[in-house]
């Protein structure tokens, strides 16, 4: 199984960037697949998930209204559209997914990284002020 993120980067306030997660050697769409990151000195926190048939999102509340997840089945992938930028979303952005994306415990533990089976690499963003 391989999770890989990309498309971090340098960005000023205000920017937007997308994040993108390709996911190779599982059955992608019966995952159920979330974002995580994690700045320097702090734990990984919960950004957003999203469920197998991608119609149940949940979001971080600092993030609802700037970030945008999505995925796409039929090309094993999973993305994070992230617009208005601000300094404090500098962090490693990590992808994972959750085996079991069909059952109900997914919409009680979806935002628990230890429920996550399945990690990404992470992927570098930094936005300056």
């Known amino acids: 199984v391989q999770l890989q993120a990309f498309g971090g980067g340098l960005v000023q306030a205000g920017d937007s960037l997308r994040l993108s997660c390709v996911v190779s050697g599982l059955t992608f769409s019966s995952f159920g697949m979330a974002w995580f990151r994690q700045a320097p000195g702090k734990e990984r926190e919960f950004v957003a998930a999203?469920?197998?048939?991608?119609?149940?999102?949940y979001y971080l509340d600092s993030v609802k209204d700037r970030f945008t997840i999505s995925r796409d089945n039929a090309k094993n992938m999973m993305y994070l559209q992230l617009n208005s930028l601000k300094p404090e979303d500098t962090a490693v952005y990590y992808c994972?997914?959750?085996?079991?994306?069909?059952?109900?415990?997914?919409?009680?533990?979806?935002?628990?990284?230890?429920?996550?089976?399945?990690w990404g690499q992470g992927t570098q963003v930094t936005v300056s002020s």
């Open positions: 999203i469920s197998w048939r991608g119609d149940i999102t």
């Open positions: 994972a997914a959750y085996q079991g994306g069909f059952g109900v415990a997914w919409k009680i533990y979806y935002n628990q990284k230890g429920r996550y089976d399945y």
